[in-house]
């Protein structure tokens, strides 16, 4: 093949430019948070008083159909689909931020719109980790607890936390749990807000949030650390914590995403070398 005639190879798209971050950056970030969660309060606590009762409703019907045993993997995953609830509040703080004027059916129907694009990938990959640790969590019970029986929560609750079977049971799942979230929180931290910011594809999105973490593993373990324990904090009161802390992580996420990933319009006016 000549020269003339050779087709050029297109030239490979370079992922968001990323910026390091520190501790100062997650603190700077969760006074931002709290700061767009204090401008609109009532719209804020709207997103987490529906996730608080999307949990409720939740365990009410595995109670109510005798799922007994899926209680626990509700309440432990439950958080796992935060990331994608918290749409709304990313476009919130991000008009917050450009001093944008919006009302109820401003920040509504930019949610609506994100089936039609990338988000919708990405709240696919959220659910299939979901459901596979409701897989796992089934998969160690039936090995680990096969001669136990229990009929209520109160005696599958004994059963998991008085029995050594029951211990087993827990550490298995704790560690497979804790695998499940770090992979899913390494691929939707970043992508996420990303994702609603800009008209970019969800595995370019997914790639800028592994390289966050991968290039800064200290400041986002210690946002990780955060998000767990607050958000285990807020469940313990029946789910009602989330209509507080829920907003403020959403809010917050959204700022650590800015500050992790520079603007396009900056990262196009960086010399080339």
């Known amino acids: 093949m000549t020269a003339e005639t050779a087709t050029p190879t297109p030239p490979r798209k370079a992922l968001p430019e990323t910026v390091p971050l520190t501790a100062d950056d997650i603190r700077a970030a969760l006074r931002d948070g709290v700061a767009d969660f204090r401008a609109r309060p009532v719209m804020s606590a709207f997103f987490g008083a529906f996730y608080a009762v999307f949990g409720i409703a939740l365990v009410w019907v595995l109670l109510s159909l005798g799922k007994v045993w899926m209680v626990i993997p509700a309440i432990i995953g439950f958080p796992l689909v935060a990331p994608f609830a918290a749409a709304g509040l990313y476009e919130m703080s991000r008009r917050l931020k450009a001093h944008e004027s919006f009302g109820w059916s401003d920040i509504l129907t930019v949610m609506a719109r994100q089936r039609q694009r990338e988000m919708g990938w990405m709240a696919f990959v959220t659910l299939f980790i979901f459901w596979v640790w409701f897989y796992q969590f089934r998969t160690v019970l039936v090995i680990v607890l096969q001669d136990a029986s229990f009929s209520d929560l109160d005696g599958f609750l004994a059963t998991v936390f008085f029995t050594p079977e029951g211990w087993l049971f827990l550490a298995i799942g704790t560690c497979v749990g804790a695998l499940l979230s770090a992979a899913l929180f390494t691929v939707t931290v970043i992508a996420?807000?990303?994702?609603?910011?800009?008209?970019?594809?969800?595995?370019?999105?997914?790639?800028?949030?592994?390289?966050?973490?991968?290039e800064n593993p200290v400041v986002m373990l210690g946002w990780a650390g955060i998000i767990t324990v607050t958000m285990v904090l807020s469940l313990i009161p029946a789910f009602l914590g989330l209509i507080v802390t829920l907003p403020i992580l959403g809010h917050t996420t959204w700022h650590l995403y800015q500050r992790a990933v520079r603007p396009v319009e900056q990262a196009s006016a960086q010399p080339t070398p």
């Open 192 to 214: 996420m807000p990303m994702l609603l910011d800009r008209e970019i594809d969800f595995i370019t999105a997914m790639l800028t949030s592994i390289r966050v973490v991968r």
